[in-house]
């Protein structure tokens, strides 16, 4: 079965709010959670090169950066073709990027460990453990480090994807209204291996959306809401 053809996990877990995610939301103080999403800058996982541009210090940063990221397209053997890392895809518009981590090359379901369709952006963490890692109609894949820092968003794109608490995003509460069709998803994670485990809280909203994102959480993924705006 094309990747193409593979509905993503991912967006399983986005139509059905997980249950047991206020249990998990209470272990970081942040209490019982309610939607909301948004689209932030990305300007947050840039890394900074040590040296001063033209410098052979910035020059073998460049070096290493280009050989880190990957195409957005293909099947990639994690360890040989890609090492374990975290990384990220931006500007994906069209709603067709998918990914998926794998345990085998036998392109059965039962070797899927994760998968995700992406718009906007995505991250995604590739584990030493995984044996294969797929993309397809995605923009390349770049190499960010998890520790990153930038400029945080306090407004963010509803429909932005995927984003780095503290990097790509400030911590704080935040509201999206206007959500009329149910279609609105948001989602508070550890990490981004993409299990069910990794989320810490999520929602569907229809109407206005109020959500705390917790300076320890990793990321927050919106998809298909108005913008968010930070109220505090």
């Known amino acids: 079965m094309g990747m193409k053809g593979k509905i993503a996990l991912g967006a399983v877990v986005g139509v059905v709010v997980i249950g047991v995610v206020s249990a998990n939301a209470g272990d970081n103080g942040d209490g019982g959670t309610s939607g909301g999403t948004g689209k932030g800058s990305s300007a947050s996982a840039e890394r900074e ?9 910035t020059d073998k940063a460049e070096v290493a950066e280009k050989k880190a990221a990957f195409a957005g397209d293909g099947d990639f ?42 718009t906007g952006t995505g991250y995604v963490t590739v584990k030493a453990t995984d044996k294969l890692f797929k993309s397809s109609d995605c923009n390349d894949w770049e190499a960010v ?37 149910d279609s609105c998803y948001w989602e508070r994670t550890k990490d981004a291996e993409h299990g069910v485990e990794s ?3 999520n929602d569907n909203v ?16 919106t998809t298909g809401c108005k913008d968010w705006k930070k109220t505090g």
């Open 145 to 181: 480090d998890d520790k990153a820092k930038g400029s945080p968003a306090a407004r963010i794109s509803g429909d932005g994807g995927m984003f780095a608490v503290g990097a790509d995003i400030a911590p704080g509460t935040y509201k999206s209204t206007g959500n009329t069709d």
């Open 49 to 57: 090169a040590g040296g001063k541009k033209g410098t052979k210090d």
């Open 199 to 201: 989320i810490l809280a």
């Open 77 to 118: 053997q994690v360890g040989s073709d890609i090492k374990p890392g975290t990384y990220r895809t931006t500007g994906n518009s069209d709603g067709m990027c998918y990914w998926e981590r794998a345990k085998d090359a036998s392109g059965e379901m039962d070797s899927l460990l994760a998968n995700d369709n992406v």
């Open 206 to 221: 229809n109407g206005t959306a109020v959500v705390r994102i917790s300076a320890s959480d990793a990321y927050f993924k």
